[in-house]
Structure formats: C-alpha cells, structure tokens
C-alpha cells in the first residue's frame, strides 16, 4: 500500500488536482479559523480580564466540542438550502459548522492565558499609572501569548482535520480524495489524500510553531530563562572542574 500511495502521489497527472485541492482547503480552514478569531478572541479577553463570565466560557467550550459535525453540516445544509442558492448553500454551512469547531480552543487559550498573568505583574502596572486597558494589551496579551498560540495550533488542526466533510456537502478540498476515491474503490486515492490532509496539518503547525517563536519574548516563553540557565550551569561546572583550580605549590622550609 505504501507503494501504491507513493506512485499516486508521484504521478504527474495527479498534481494540477492535488494543488488545487489543497488550496480549497486551505482556503475552507484560513476563513474558518479567522472568523472564529474574531468572535474568540475579543471575548477569551473581556473573560481573562474582568473575571467575568468563566462558567459560561467552560459550558460553551465543552457544549462545542460535544457536537457532531457531519450532524449539524447536513441540519445547516437542509436549512439554509430553500433561502441561499448556488454554491452558497453548500458553502456557508460548511464554514459555520468549522467556525464552530474553532471557536473553544482559540476561547480556551485565550481566556486561560490572560487569567493566569501573574497578579504582581498587573499590580505593577496598575502602579505605573497604567489604565485598564493599557494593562490588558501591554501586559496581559504579551504574557498570554504561548497559551493564545497554543489555542490557535488546536484549532488549525481541528479545521483542516474536519474540513474534509466538506466534500460530503459538494465542494472541494482534500476530502474530495476520500470521496471520490470510496466511490470506485479507489483505496490508494484514499490513503493519499488521508496522508496530505495529515501533511498539511503538520505543516500549518509548524509554521504556527515558528511564528509564536518570533512574536513571545524570551522572557515570556522561558528561553531567556533556559539560556541563562544553562549559562550558569557551565559556570557552575567550569569552576567545580578540578582543572580549573589553581595550582599551589608549597616549598620546603631549610633545615
């Protein structure tokens, strides 16, 4: 079978279609998750921040998660399909029901990363003169960073991984393979397209992974304190080496 996958993936004729697919996914997932930003993010804030509403924030979190997705994409698509014509009805269901699925992570991080700023940090700010807002976005966002990107990360591979139902409901991406390929029997087809879904959800990943690394300050993700660590550390090591001590002498007193 690996064979196989290897020579559908390989073949010439495959590639215009495996770009093109690629990019309809992309594009079902980047508007998904930008969409679900928008509306998490500005309340993962407002929660972290006032304290206010934490209970709600755990049942919508838990509630989402709980929801089939091909379920609500078919109950969406039946609903919606009489009052939006064309490709619209297929397309819109698809991006809320991945609008829904992004939604708690992207929540979750962000609230939970603003909630846990260390309190001294705040107080210190608030005696600078800060105002409230200037605590939250100069102090609290920088510090809740990781957690943010975290929620993020989660949410990316959530979208790509669902959006292949996409091609249940008529339209494109990566889970076109699957379809398409289950409908002759097709199973290298099958397997490829699992396999680019995978590899595309690595990839987002990491770059994720890169970019969180070039906007955290190293004092905020710890590699300032790692290095400074491990610094030390030689230090400590340096001067316990006996190498390292100096050499004494001691002469013999004449007689």
């Known amino acids: 079978m690996i064979t196989e996958i290897i020579a559908w993936l390989t073949d010439p004729a495959h590639g215009p279609e495996i770009v093109q697919r690629t990019v309809?996914?992309?594009e079902y997932s980047l508007i998904a998750v930008a969409v679900a930003a928008v509306i998490?993010?500005?309340?993962?804030m407002w929660v972290g921040h006032t304290g206010r509403g934490?209970?709600?924030v755990v049942t919508v979190a838990g509630a989402a998660r709980a929801i089939p997705t091909l379920?609500?994409?078919?109950?969406?698509?039946?609903?919606?399909?009489?009052?939006?014509?064309?490709?619209?009805?297929?397309?819109?269901?698809?991006?809320?029901?991945l609008i829904i699925l992004a939604i708690p992570p992207i929540l979750s991080?962000?609230?939970?990363?603003?909630?846990e700023v260390d309190p001294a940090a705040r107080d210190a700010a608030r005696g600078m003169g800060m105002r409230s807002w200037e605590?939250?976005?100069?102090?609290?966002?920088?510090?809740?960073?990781?957690?943010?990107?975290?929620?993020?990360r989660s949410a990316f591979l959530q979208v790509i991984a669902t959006a292949t139902i996409a091609a249940t409901a008529a339209l494109g991406g990566l889970g076109r393979f699957l379809i398409d390929g289950l409908s002759v029997r097709d199973y290298p087809q099958m397997a490829s397209g699992a396999v680019l879904?995978?590899?595309?959800?690595?990839?987002?990943?990491?770059?994720l992974a890169l970019l969180q690394r070039l906007v955290t300050s190293p004092g905020v993700s710890g590699h300032y304190?790692?290095?400074?660590d491990r610094a030390r550390a030689g230090d400590d090591d340096t001067s316990a080496d006996p190498r390292s001590l100096p050499v004494t002498t001691t002469e013999s007193a004449p007689v």
């Open 197 to 207: 879904v995978a590899l595309l959800a690595i990839a987002i990943d990491l770059i």
């Open 71 to 97: 379920g609500l994409l078919y109950f969406i698509v039946l609903w919606l399909s009489p009052k939006i014509g064309g490709d619209l009805a297929f397309l819109v269901p698809n991006i809320i029901v």
């Open 24 to 26: 309809e996914h992309l």
């Open 109 to 115: 991080g962000t609230y939970a990363g603003i909630d």
């Open 225 to 228: 304190r790692r290095t400074k």
């Open 54 to 56: 934490k209970f709600a």
């Open 40 to 44: 998490a993010v500005p309340a993962g």
């Open 135 to 152: 605590v939250l976005l100069k102090v609290e966002v920088p510090c809740a960073l990781p957690l943010f990107f975290s929620g993020l």
